[in-house]
């Protein structure tokens, strides 16, 4: 059964940091590119940041570019979001997804498989 798992969200004060993981299991992720989404409470769903597959590529969000990074490792199966600077504005649920197009999108509609999601919230 192929299957995401995201972890390490959690409480924060602005400006601090957090890594997210996102780890797989029926599927090896590097076969996949693997995106970030996020969805704050009665926000629609946005892309923060991709990888393809190639490993080529990775895109970010205006909204995060130069504060997060996106990582792979592949002998852990992961992929990682580490986020720095955090604002509030960062509030919300964080979901990695695959898909199995080889190109660095933020377009949701592309992905194949999701996690269940990790909470991150960032508080003054």
């Known amino acids: 059964q192929l299957q995401l798992v995201e972890s390490g969200g959690g409480l924060v004060q602005p400006g601090g940091s957090l890594r997210l993981s996102c780890a797989a299991s029926?599927?090896?992720?590097?076969?996949?590119?693997i995106g970030w989404f996020r969805q704050a409470p009665g926000k629609e769903r946005e892309g923060v940041s991709c990888?393809?597959?190639?490993?080529?590529?990775?895109v970010y969000a205006d909204s995060v570019k130069g504060r997060f990074t996106i990582s792979r490792d592949n002998a852990k199966n992961t992929v990682y979001l580490q986020m720095n600077s955090l604002k509030p504005e960062d509030t919300a649920v964080y979901y990695c997804?695959?898909?199995?197009?080889?190109?660095?999108?933020?377009?949701?509609?592309?992905?194949?498989?999701w996690g269940q999601g990790t909470q991150v919230t960032v508080f003054s």
């Open positions: 990888s393809s597959s190639s490993g080529g590529s990775t």
């Open positions: 029926g599927f090896t992720l590097d076969h996949y590119t």
């Open positions: 997804a695959a898909s199995s197009v080889p190109v660095a999108t933020l377009e949701g509609g592309w992905y194949d498989y």
